[in-house]
């Protein structure tokens, strides 16, 4: 199993242009999470899917948008990138149910720098 | 809502040393509770977790946590700090139901001296 993978690794936008952050998970997960690390902030959550076809919000989900068509897939849109989403992006999965359930899996990352 | 709150933003032991990392939460409702670790330029990986079973959690590389209901705690503990344990450390809480939204600190970074 590849487990979480993100693509891009690295990524430089200029303010006001749009981009596509790739996650993908081979685990069979429902449960996927978008997260954004910030020095001295630890991980907010900023998007979050329970199964395909169903999102909701969470703490920090001004300027993205996400979809949820496959379970393996889950992408985060930066609409219109800004400098203060300079950050490092994680994605996550985990189980819905079962033994270990409440553990989630994390993807390697991804650092945006908004000009 | 729940919390955490890491003391310490870095912390600083000699190879060999007794390693302690502070977590203190807060919870409406009897939590889960988690400890990750992230390697530099690396996602998070889980360490240990207390889901309400055993109060002494034992986790991967020697690291154990203890849940302290009456302080609200949930430290974490190495006998013997190694080279390899530099990195930083994440405290988070979960209040369960449904999907679990899982609240960080805002992590610790551990250094250890030769």
């Known amino acids: 199993n590849a487990g979480v993978t993100q693509t891009p690794k690295f990524q430089v936008l200029k303010t006001g242009q749009s981009m596509t952050l790739q996650c993908a998970q081979d685990m069979n997960h429902e449960y996927m999470s978008w997260y954004r690390q910030d020095p001295g902030m630890g991980l907010r959550l900023i998007h979050y899917?329970?199964?395909?076809?169903?999102?909701d919000q969470g703490e920090v989900p001004n300027g993205y948008n996400v979809s949820r068509s496959t379970t393996e897939d889950f992408p985060l849109r930066l609409l219109s990138a800004a400098p203060s989403q300079t950050s490092v992006y994680f994605c996550a999965s985990r189980k819905s149910s079962g033994s270990s359930y409440n553990e989630q899996f994390f993807g390697p990352g991804t650092r945006l720098t908004v000009l | 809502a729940q919390s955490v709150t890491q003391l310490g933003s870095h912390v600083s032991v000699s190879e060999g040393a007794l390693v302690l990392l502070r977590c203190n939460y807060s919870s409406s409702v009897p939590p889960y509770l988690f400890w990750y670790v992230q390697y530099p330029n690396q996602g998070l990986q889980l360490l240990l977790k207390?889901?309400?079973?055993?109060?002494l959690v034992k986790g991967i590389n020697g690291f154990e946590a203890e849940f302290k209901k009456s302080e609200t705690s949930f430290h974490l503990t190495k006998p013997s700090a190694h080279m390899s344990d530099a990195a930083e450390y994440f405290c988070?809480?979960?209040?369960?139901?449904?999907?679990?939204?899982?609240?960080f600190g805002t992590g610790t970074k551990l250094q250890v001296i030769p």
């Open positions: 899917s329970v199964g395909a076809g169903i999102t």
């Open positions: 207390y889901t309400s079973a055993a109060t």
């Open positions: 988070a809480v979960s209040e369960g139901g449904g999907y679990q939204k899982v609240t």
